[in-house]
């Protein structure tokens, strides 16, 4: 009896020993000492939020790459419209040729020369082809036929048939003058498609009072040549019937200002 009352004295004194131990081992807030990090875990209000710092930088970085995408969007597209852009080109001009015109007349009037009414025939040279061309200078004339028809009277003619008939044939070549006018200096016209110019013939009429060799009958056709090709340009009834067979010829670019 005694041992065992000994025995729980001794193990009462041990419990309570090892309690105040445990007791001193936690400081008291008004000792003024500040916990340990370990003595706190355990209180959720006092855990610090780990989502301030994070949340913070995800923010800074998603500008940043924002900035950095509109700083650089602007010089790349800018290069890509500058390369794609295309360069404007002048069609290349070249001299005019046989190929490219047609040339067909009109007959505007009377332009006064040397003291003289001259007759006009406007030639028309029209671009038909696909790209522009250039011409200067004079063009070179050669005169074929007759275009004259002898007026045909019933039984005055022992062959009527030949009343319908030219009195020359359509390839003979017509003994018709050209020379150069000085009216207009030369100078380069560009005929872009489809565009015309002009040059105009200058003869005194045969029927002119002053004319001493008239001319009756007028070429059936005349071949036009511009400067540096020999290839001819048809001309179809120039209805030329100039005195002495002298034409004046004006330089490419030329319309006379006439009147009737």
């Known amino acids: 009896m005694g041992r065992w009352w000994g025995h729980a004295i001794g193990s009462t004194l041990l419990v309570t020993t090892l309690g105040c131990a445990a007791s001193t081992g936690v ?21 610090p939020s780990p989502t301030t710092t994070p949340t913070t930088h995800t923010s800074v970085t998603a500008t940043t790459t924002h ?22 080109t002048t069609p290349e001009i070249h001299d005019c040729a046989a190929p490219d015109l047609t040339a067909s007349t009109e007959n505007p009037g009377l332009f006064p020369e040397d003291h003289e009414q001259k007759t006009v025939t406007r030639v028309l040279l029209r671009n038909a082809g696909h790209s522009p061309c250039r011409l200067s200078g004079w063009a070179g004339l050669t005169f074929y036929g007759s275009d004259v028809v002898p007026v045909c009277v ?13 009195e020359t044939r359509p390839n003979e070549r017509r003994r018709l003058t050209t020379v150069r006018s000085q009216l207009r200096p030369p100078s380069a016209v560009v005929l872009s498609p489809g565009h015309s110019t002009s ?5 005194l009429s045969s029927f002119a009072a002053e004319c ?34 002298l034409i004046g010829v004006t330089t490419f670019g030329t319309r006379l200002t006439t009147h009737q």
Do not use: M, Y
Request: glycine fraction near 6%.
């Open 27 to 47: 400081p008291d807030p008004a000792d003024g000492q500040v916990p340990s990090r370990s003595a706190l875990t355990g209180s959720p209000a006092q855990t």
């Open 67 to 88: 900035t950095s995408v509109t700083a650089t969007a602007a010089p790349t597209r800018s290069a890509t419209t500058a390369a794609t852009t295309p360069t404007p």
């Open 154 to 166: 019933p039984g005055a003619l022992p062959d009527t048939q030949s009343c319908a008939t030219p």
């Open 199 to 203: 040059f105009d013939l200058l003869w």
């Open 212 to 245: 001493v060799a008239p001319v009756i009958d007028s070429p059936l056709s005349a071949e036009i040549r511009v400067p540096g090709d020999a290839r001819p340009i048809a001309l179809p009834k120039p209805r030329l019937q100039p005195c002495d067979g």
